[in-house]
Each structure stands twice: as C-alpha cells, then as structure tokens.
C-alpha cells in the first residue's frame, strides 16, 4: 500500500535559517512519482515540484532543493535562507502505478518563520 | 486564465441538511478530484472521476455523492448522512496520464451550524 510520512508536525525557524522538511514513502511499485506542494494560508495548493523514481538527481531551484534516496525511501525539502513567505503547510505526495494518477498525501508540516 | 473555482468560500450546514460544493476547470482537464482536509490529518481522498459521465469512490466516500455531467463541472453534495462535515475541501484536476500533478482550487471551508 501506498503511504506518505511526514514526521514533522510543525517548524519554527528564524528568517535566513536553513530548514529541512522530511518525507519518507511507501510504495510496492518500482515506478512512481513523488510531489512537493505548498499550502499558504490562502489555501490553495501550489505545486513545487515532482520527482520519477528513476532519476535519482537532486535539484536546486533558487532557494530551494530536495534529495531523493530511493535506499533510505525519502524525498526530502530544503529551503536555505528562509524567509516569512516561505511559511505555509508543506505536502509530500506519491503516486504510484497501484494507484494510478491518484496522489496520496502526508499530513503535512506547518513551516512558520519568524522575523 | 485558465484554473480551477471552487465557490462558495465559506459554507454553513444546517442539521439534517445536504449541501453542493461547486467546482469548475478551463484547464480541459479529464480527471478531477475531491479532497477533504482535516487538522493534522493531511488531504484524504473523497472522490474522483478519470471521465465524464464516470466517478469512483476515494477512500471516505461515505456521506458524500458526486456528479460528472460536463467536463468542466465536478460538483460535490455533502448528504446529512455525514455525521462530521466540518472540513476544508478541496478540488482539484489533473491531465490524464501517470505521474501528472494536480491543480488545486482555493478551497471551501464547510462549518455545521
């Protein structure tokens, strides 16, 4: 069965700390593909980012970047140099050929990042 | 611009009384969903539909029903016959294929009175 875990419930940084979000998945599928959304107070999720279990690469996109160990069955976020925008709920989602296009979700981590 | 509108914003439920989300897509995207959204609880799957005129059940379906009558259109009832309606819902469409990430509205937040 599919899951998705987000051990941390909650962050709380200072601006320009770097901080890392964890996520850790569950699939019996040697194909899937994971995502990072952003949840700001606004409600609407934004996509950040998706990732195929065959490319292993990690990627930067300005302030943020995420590894991927298919050994260690993580994909994990980091935001270096936060700032107050950057708080929001983050999700982790998988979605795997046991579940077609459906995307199963994390519980999320609420990042809050004080001035 | 092309998204995804979920209205009303806010919604109050009177016991016993069923209510419609509406949600439409310009994204002339076949698959939407329905999520529900919970404190702590992350996003759980309602229901979604992979076509017009086709929905299947996500994993909490019970008290709810869906209709897919036009591509755009993906309305959701919350029956009386769900006892904890108190949530944020969220819609949210997807290009057919494996592995293509969603599009999510703004969500509504539904509140028994």
């Known amino acids: 069965a599919q899951k998705v875990t987000q051990a941390q419930t909650e962050i709380s940084v200072v601006e320009k700390e770097d901080v890392t979000l964890d996520c850790v998945y569950e699939?019996?599928?040697?194909?899937?593909?994971l995502f990072w959304y952003k949840q700001p107070p606004s409600g609407e999720l934004v996509f950040l980012i998706r990732r195929n279990s065959f490319d292993e690469q990690n990627e930067i996109s300005g302030r943020y970047s995420w590894n991927f160990q298919k050994s260690t069955s993580s994909f994990n976020f980091t935001i270096t140099a936060s700032q107050v925008v950057d708080s929001a709920v983050y999700f982790c989602?998988?979605?795997?050929?046991?579940?077609?296009?459906?995307?199963?979700f994390g519980t999320g981590t609420r990042l809050l990042v004080s001035p | 611009d092309g998204g995804i509108t979920q209205s009303p914003k806010y919604l109050f439920r009177k016991e016993g009384q069923n209510v419609t989300l509406s949600c439409e897509q310009n994204l002339n995207h076949d698959a939407m969903y329905w999520y529900r959204q919970d404190p702590g609880q992350g996003l759980r799957l309602i229901y979604y539909?992979?076509?017009?005129?086709?929905?299947q059940k996500g994993d909490i379906a019970e008290g709810y029903s869906v209709s897919r009558e036009k591509k755009e259109s993906f309305p959701l009832t919350v029956t009386s016959a769900q006892k904890n309606p108190t949530a944020f819902y969220l819609c949210?469409?997807?290009?057919?294929?494996?592995?293509?990430?969603?599009?999510f509205g703004s969500g509504t937040q539904l509140s028994v009175l």
């Open positions: 989602a998988l979605s795997d050929l046991t579940g077609f296009q459906k995307l199963v």
């Open positions: 539909s992979q076509i017009v005129n086709d929905f």
């Open positions: 949210a469409s997807q290009n057919p294929g494996f592995g293509e990430k969603l599009f």
């Open positions: 699939t019996r599928d040697t194909t899937y593909y």
